[in-house]
């Protein structure tokens, strides 16, 4: 895997630390006001209009919703690239929820403006696709 100082490299991992952490302060001061996150994108469970969570208020919601209902929190990318502003992990997240632990194989996007905020967060992974992998932790 590349590994360089990129700004999306940068707020990407530190999400992902932020995240597997369960620091909620840490992870939110990585996004700028006007963010958005999209996990998964489009419709789903977390966004039933699949428009994203816009702002850091929804961002702080999906979080609550989310990151921090996990028992842990585990990131296993295999592959990252950047272009422009962007950086694309190729991986899978693990979570362990209630006592199971699931895999979300996926490619997810960062994207920062100019200061090195997460403008848009957006994660390509199939829920049911996911929930196949259901195991006793």
């Known amino acids: 895997m590349t590994t ?5 490299r940068v707020a990407g991992a530190a999400s992902r630390a ?3 952490a369960r ?10 006001e006007n963010a958005c996150v999209e996990d998964p994108v489009g419709p789903s469970v977390f ?3 699949g428009k994203g969570h816009h702002g850091l208020d929804a961002i702080s919601r999906f979080y609550d919703m ?3 209902n ?9 592959d990252s690239l950047v272009c422009g502003n962007e ?8 979570s362990t929820v209630a006592g199971s632990t699931i895999d979300a194989e996926g490619v997810f996007v960062y994207r920062v403006d100019e200061d ?6 957006r994660a390509f992974w199939e829920f049911e696709r996911a929930m196949k992998t259901v195991r006793k932790a």
Do not use: Y
């Not at 360089?4 to 999306?8: C, F, G, V």
């Not at 302060?25 to 700028?32: G, I, R, S, T």
């Open 4 to 8: 360089t100082d990129h700004p999306a």
């Open 18 to 20: 932020a995240a597997s």
């Open 23 to 32: 620091d909620k302060a840490a992870w939110l001061a990585l996004f700028a």
């Open 47 to 49: 966004d039933p209009d």
């Open 66 to 68: 989310t990151i921090a």
């Open 70 to 78: 996990t028992e842990s929190l585990e990131f296993l990318v295999t």
């Open 87 to 94: 950086n694309v992990n190729i991986g899978t997240i693990r």
């Open 116 to 121: 090195g905020k997460i403008v848009s967060l």
